[in-house]
């Protein structure tokens, strides 16, 4: 079974331009999760989506990030515009429902220059 | 806000030595997970303690969840060189489909030959 796929994996970007990330979650798997972990932390959960719809962006920064799941399968994940505090590991996730199971993607690394 | 704090922070210690980390919270959780995150890699689920009191073990990994369901710990016998990585601990708290996960900074362990 395939995991979480993200891309690109390393992104470099000067502050004030955009980024958008991408990613295809385990088939079948309804629960997709980004989070952002800044080096030497834990994991931040940025937005939740169930099928296409979000269910928690509370710690979404929506001044300058948004992310979408039209079809309830892929999702992107953008900042426009990036700051230096920005830089960061982007995590996908994914899961069957709410509450199963979590798996994660390698990640996609952002550098704010 | 929950929070969960980890400690040590950081561990270094010799092939074969015993290791105790710790994942506190004044939260109660419903259930209180364990991930290993590897470099360059995303976190993987180990273990899940749902119950007070419970313990569960994994091969050398001992997983203990507190009685009152707001702390937990992590014990590794004879720890190995693959041991290496950072240890996160997250609490869950469910609500239907939001479902909510927080994650503490980790613990980073590094086993040396």
């Known amino acids: 079974e395939a995991g979480v796929a993200q891309s690109p994996r390393y992104k470099i970007i000067e502050k004030r331009q955009s980024v958008a990330f991408w990613c295809n979650p385990i088939s079948g798997h309804a629960t997709l999760y980004w989070y952002q972990q800044i080096l030497g932390q834990g994991p931040k959960l940025l937005i939740q989506?169930?099928?296409?719809?979000?269910?928690?962006d509370s710690q979404l920064p929506k001044d300058r990030f948004s992310a979408e799941r039209l079809k309830g399968v892929d999702s992107t994940l953008k900042i426009q515009p990036a700051k230096l505090e920005d830089s960061a590991v982007y995590l996908c996730a994914s899961s069957w429902v709410a509450g199963n199971t979590i798996y994660f993607g390698e990640g996609s690394w952002l550098t704010v220059v | 806000t929950q929070l969960l704090e980890q400690s040590p922070q950081f561990l270094s210690i010799q092939e074969g030595e015993n290791l105790t980390v710790y994942c506190n919270s004044s939260?109660?959780?419903?259930?209180l997970q364990w991930y290993r995150q590897e470099p360059g890699e995303g976190p993987v689920l180990l273990v899940t303690?749902?119950?007070?009191?419970e313990v569960k073990k994994l091969k050398r990994l001992t997983f203990q969840f507190g009685d009152a369901r707001k702390d937990s710990s992590l014990h590794i016998t004879a720890a190995q060189p693959g041991d290496t990585g950072l240890y996160l601990c997250?609490?869950?708290?469910?609500?239907?489909?939001?479902?909510?996960?927080?994650f503490g900074k980790g613990t980073l362990l590094t086993v040396n030959p």
């Open positions: 303690v749902v119950t007070g009191g």
């Open positions: 989506f169930q099928n296409n719809g979000v269910v928690d």
């Open positions: 939260s109660v959780f419903s259930s």
């Open positions: 997250a609490g869950a708290r469910s609500g239907g489909s939001n479902y909510k996960l927080t």
